[in-house]
């Protein structure tokens, strides 16, 4: 089987139903299966096994979901961990718990920053288990939002387009990505990216994969699409460099040879599992 995106899956059942019986929630929080999300240094904590933590609900203020017959919470969180301090520990982390944690940290960082409404100003509370907020005003309700990011992998007879941006690591090379915009297809968004920062032109636009992304909230849209020819015009306030690659200088990078011309991003990226099944193909 090919390579499955990190952070997917089903996860917990989310029991949407159960969302908005607030007695439900309260008799789920008092069950003596219930149990609540740890964290440590701003970020769910990993056990040793990569397993997330759990604990005898204290402040159980989101429901996340049930486990079988285990409901599961988390409290609610000011400050949440960025992607940087997450990246030390997600190597260890299991995937099936993964698409919790992802479902967790983005909720969380959601509440901390929609504290007043958008609409009037005034505080907003939680409401539905945690999964939206309420205006004390004008009653509004707000929902978590995630937002498209189109993430691809361009192809010109077998070689492949990759691009680095300045912040990764020596030698890093990784898939072009960018947000979705207001009134604009996924396809649109693959063929504008790429003409923005590499200058080239492409057609048969695919969908590969989707992956929750959650630093801070975003649904990473995983396609190919096949270039109309080789030549590059770099955006450099966007990328540091961008090149064709063969198929066997990407099968030595995944490979982690020593002979390889670049590093691949890391196994939990949509990035990583777009080149493995490219290769794979």
Not at 170 to 186: D, H, K, N, Q, W
Request: hydrophobic fraction near 40%.
């Amino acid at each position: 089987m090919q390579p499955r995106p990190f952070f997917s899956g089903p996860g917990l059942d989310r029991a949407d139903a159960l969302r908005a019986d607030s007695d439900a929630l309260r008799a789920l929080a008092e069950s003596p299966l219930a149990r609540e999300l740890v964290w440590k240094d701003d970020l769910p904590e990993i056990g040793g096994s990569g397993e997330l933590v759990w604990s005898v609900p204290r402040d159980p203020a989101l429901f996340l979901g049930l486990d079988g017959e285990s409901p599961r919470f988390s409290a609610l969180r000011r400050d949440v961990g960025d992607a940087r301090a997450a990246f030390a520990v997600l190597a260890g982390l299991s995937p099936r718990d993964a698409p919790l944690f992802a479902a967790a940290l983005s909720l969380t960082r959601w509440h901390s920053r929609h504290l007043f409404c958008a609409n009037c100003g005034k505080e907003t509370g939680l409401v539905r288990g945690g999964w939206s907020r309420r205006c004390s005003g004008c009653t509004a309700e707000h929902y978590p939002r995630v937002d498209p990011v189109v993430i691809m992998l361009a192809e010109h007879e077998g070689d492949l387009l990759l691009g680095r941006q300045y912040h990764y690591p020596p030698g890093r090379y990784s898939a072009l990505a960018g947000f979705v915009e207001v009134g604009e297809t996924i396809e649109d968004a693959v063929a504008r990216e790429l003409r923005e920062e590499a200058g080239i032109e492409v057609a048969d636009v695919t969908y590969v994969a989707s992956q929750p992304w959650p630093f801070p909230s975003s649904l990473m849209v995983g396609c190919t699409a096949r270039a109309l020819g080789p030549s590059l015009t770099i955006d450099r306030s966007e990328l540091e460099d961008a090149r064709w690659f063969n198929r066997d200088e990407v099968a030595r990078a995944l490979a982690g040879s020593a002979e390889a011309r670049f590093q691949v991003p890391p196994p939990h990226t949509i990035a990583r599992t777009l080149l493995e099944r490219w290769l794979a193909a």
